[in-house]
């Protein structure tokens, strides 16, 4: 089945500095990715859309300055988490829709840590 | 608004069959899915179903779905240790479109 990677699998990271996620469809191409964002012991929350060559939708209540994301490619989605704060600690995982339009395949996902 | 609720804790023992129930309230959605995670890791995909379909069975796993009440479940016989984990039931209007998860129930299997 198609392959959705996603890099790092975990980073720790000061206050205060910003931290790259990848996202990257391995065989097949993703003109839309989703990133969700799980806290521990809760559900996966969808934050935003990436619409690749257009700027992505947020959710609400999601800050679209501190969650920058770019979909620059057919195979590439990044989240950067700027300016990261303790509460932004938290397991980010990403998806993209397969050609089939019937599953939705998901990276490893990322375990951030702010300290 | 879309809401997907499940119950968080279930604990069988091994061998025996586990039986995870979902419901969800839009009407519109299209494809039900089954997602396990384990600790520390990301999302497996464990099968989905259409909203047309009534069941589903792939290897230890059974899904049945009742589009009436709006209730899906997964069933997985002769439950082992490595199916310690938690289950995601996910829901979707189409493919294409972000998934709607519930929060998770928490499978633990007793030796």
Redesign the interface.
């Known amino acids: 089945g198609a392959v959705v990677s996603q890099h790092p699998s975990w980073v720790i990271c000061k206050s205060g500095t910003s931290v790259k996620i990848e996202c990257r469809s391995l065989d097949f191409q993703a003109t839309t990715m989703f990133w969700y964002r799980q806290f521990p012991k809760q559900s996966l929350m969808l934050m935003a859309t990436s619409n690749e060559g257009s700027k992505a939708t947020y959710e609400q209540g999601v800050e679209k300055d501190k969650f920058l994301i770019n979909h620059a490619s057919l195979t590439l989605s990044t989240l950067t988490v700027t300016s990261a704060h303790p509460e932004d600690s938290s397991f980010y995982i990403c998806s993209a829709p397969g050609q089939s339009g019937t599953e939705a395949f998901f990276g490893q996902g990322t375990r951030l840590t702010v300290v | 608004g879309e809401d997907v609720e499940q119950s968080l804790f279930l604990s069988v023992r091994e061998g025996d069959s586990s039986v995870i129930n979902c419901t969800y309230t839009d009407s519109s959605s299209t494809?039900l899915?089954w997602?396990k995670q384990e600790p520390?890791?990301?999302?497996q995909?464990l099968t989905?179903i259409?909203s047309n379909m009534d069941m589903k069975q792939d290897q230890r796993l059974t899904v049945l779905l009742n589009k009436k009440d709006k209730h899906l479940s997964l069933r997985i016989a002769d439950t082992q240790t490595g199916d310690s984990a938690i289950y995601?039931c996910a829901e979707?209007i189409?493919?294409?479109?972000?998934?709607?998860?519930?929060?998770?129930t928490r499978l633990s299997v007793i030796a």
């Open positions: 494809y899915y997602y520390g890791a990301g999302l995909l989905y259409f995601f979707s189409e493919g294409n479109t972000p998934l709607v998860f519930g929060k998770g």
